[in-house]
């Protein structure tokens, strides 16, 4: 066990490196390596994908609590945006731990790799900032805070790299937006986690130190590790070639795409 923790602190490492370089969540990267760290392990086949998930959203409460709190220090939160958006997000996430833990693992399998896909082409080819005046709906929010909140928990990310492209549609500048994503992945991290949490309570192949689905040891680890590294991404973000560290880091996506694709 000694190894593996020491494994997911590495983890924590990658992923709050990555969250402050390019403004991320961790569970992009930590839900795929979790899974193969699981599956070395011995855990049962059919709980390793889930018990990924379910940790990576667990980890996120603790970080997404510190940018918060650094944001409202800064003075970028409006709040108002945040609890509008944190009832159809918590609803949608408590709805995609369910669908997570109904569906067949492959079919989850398949979510993952296509999202990876997808914020593969998003790091590679970013979209400009569209110059047109877009009209706020409150029904607008409620239908996208559920989808955010359903494909978050299904793939166990805080749904930054959802909830910034939409908020940057409603013209808010760009350190708000930023805030706001970390403030809208609290009620994502936490309803999804504790909902994956109650679902895996009664399962009997869980290793020990899990709580439902979520592995704590792994959990504890990365949240440890990655709040201390995320401050050094943030200071790389502003020295490193950011346009061309994101094409690399597309690659990696691909690649860890493929390779859930072959292992499925």
Known sequence: MTMFIFAYLAVGCITGVLA??????????????????????????????????????????FTALASVRAHQRLGAMQWSIVYQLSVPIGVGAAMGAGLAEAMPVLWLRHILVGFLFYVAILMAFPRKKSTKTRVNSRYLDTCVGWFIGVISALVGIGGGTLTVPYLLL????????????????????IVGSMSYALLGWQQPDLPWGSVGYVFLPAMLSISLSSIITAPV???WANKLPSAQLKRYFSVLLVLMAAKLLWAG
């Open 170 to 189: 409603r013209q808010l500048p760009m350190a708000q937006v930023v805030a706001l994503s970390s403030a809208c992945g609290l009620p994502i991290a």
């Open 233 to 235: 991404g943030a200071k």
């Open 20 to 61: 402050g370089l390019f403004g991320i969540g961790g569970g992009i990267i930590s839900v795929p390596i979790l899974t193969w760290l699981f599956t070395w392990q011995g855990f049962a086949p059919d709980s390793t994908l889930i018990m990924a998930i379910a940790s990576s959203l667990a980890a996120i409460i």
